[in-house]
């Protein structure tokens, strides 16, 4: 039997309380997204396309997630936010160099087993880890 956080959903901590995202891994500025998309690069995988850049500042991976209207109703799309930000969350590098990372999904995420979306997200990690590292 696992452990359950107060919103049933289950605790990776084991101390009891929720693992969570927070603020100091995510991507909040409109400006970081735009600067992300203007002078990063790209991963394409199959259900998204990831967009990183280097920053010259500060340490450790932050992400954001862009979910435009064309891919559903809000409903679809928290549902493909959430999906996200749970695989980022599980295989989130623990030691990474300074990343900004923007994460836009395709209209297949809804659909895909979430297995295949946690080893997209880790095999983006694993990329943006060697291509700033030949930097």
Not at 5 to 34: I, M, T
Not at 112 to 128: G, K, L, Q, T, W
Request: net charge positive; hydrophobic share 40%; glycine share 8%.
């Amino acid at each position: 039997m696992s452990a359950s956080a107060p919103n049933g959903s289950s605790d990776v901590s084991g101390s009891g309380r929720r693992v969570s995202f927070p603020r100091s891994v995510r991507l909040l500025r409109h400006a970081d997204f735009e600067r992300v998309y203007k002078q990063g690069r790209r991963h394409f995988a199959a259900h998204m396309t990831v967009f990183y850049l280097a920053r010259a500042e500060g340490e450790g991976l932050r992400v954001g997630f862009t979910v435009g209207r064309v891919l559903g109703g809000a409903v679809q799309r928290n549902r493909m936010k959430r999906r996200l930000r749970e695989a980022v969350r599980l295989r989130r590098p623990a030691e990474s160099a300074a990343v900004d990372v923007v994460i836009n999904p395709k209209k297949s995420l809804l659909t895909a087993d979430f297995a295949d979306v946690e080893r997209e997200v880790s095999r983006a990690f694993e990329v943006i880890q060697k291509s700033v590292e030949k930097r």
